[in-house]
């Protein structure tokens, strides 16, 4: 097993531009998390799906911010515009609904200039 | 979900037990108590899990009180690999819509030789 798989694995980019991340979960995991780590605020659930379907999105920064689930293998975290506090860790997660293990990715590392 | 107290850090000598100390005192009787580790640069990871009882697998022991108020990580043989930051969670089982999470600053774990 793969496990989750986050591209890109870092990405730099400058104030105003557009960012996608993108997560595959674990084949046959229906539950998908979405997490932004900082120093100053730890980790933050910021989404999570089941069954593709967005159950709760209040970890959503603002609307520069939009999380998509087009189908159980795929997920796209997208912030337009992005700003230099964006910076971060994003980690995605997958579980399969009714155990209690999330399995997390290796995370992509963002830097707006 | 109840609130978690862990020490800030802790060190452990390689080869001894670490016993990883986590306070709960406002946990209800449906809530479960979660274990997870970051090691630095990746994604956390799942130890372990318990609601009542005592719990053991191939990575801790969970050590619950009768209260259910406390609880500790035990690593039987930490080795240099165990350095890292530990979350204790406590949340409600939830029997659909996935298993969110919410991570508080844990306790960095240092093991030297």
């Known amino acids: 097993d793969a496990g989750v798989i986050q591209s890109p694995r870092h990405e730099v980019t400058e104030m105003g531009q557009e960012v996608t991340l993108r997560c595959k979960p674990i084949?046959?995991?229906?539950?998908l998390f979405w997490y932004r780590q900082t120093m100053m605020r730890g980790l933050e659930l910021l989404i999570y799906f089941n069954n593709n379907v967005p159950i709760d999105d209040s970890g959503m920064p603002e609307d520069r911010f939009s999380a998509k689930m087009p189908n159980a293998s795929f997920s796209t975290l997208k912030i337009q515009p992005s700003e230099p506090r964006d910076s971060a860790v994003y980690f995605c997660?997958?579980?399969?609904?009714?155990?209690?293990?999330?399995?997390f990715g290796p995370g992509t590392r963002l830097l707006v200039l | 979900d109840a609130k978690t107290t862990q020490p800030t850090s802790m060190d452990c000598a390689e080869g001894r037990a670490a016993n990883l100390p986590c306070n709960h005192s406002t946990i209800s009787g449906n809530e479960y108590v979660y274990w997870y580790r970051q090691i630095h640069s990746q994604g956390p990871q799942y130890i372990i899990h318990g609601l009542k009882n005592n719990e053991t697998n191939e990575m801790a022991s969970l050590i619950i009180t009768e209260d259910r108020k406390s609880s500790t990580l035990i690593l039987p043989h930490a080795t240099l690999r165990d350095t890292a930051v530990y979350y204790c969670?406590?949340?409600?089982?939830?029997?659909?819509?996935?298993?969110?999470?919410?991570f508080g600053t844990g306790t960095q774990l240092k093991v030297e030789l």
């Open positions: 969670i406590v949340r409600l089982r939830l029997t659909g819509g996935g298993n969110k999470l919410t």
């Open positions: 997660a997958s579980s399969l609904t009714g155990t209690e293990t999330q399995y």
């Open positions: 084949s046959g995991h229906n539950s």
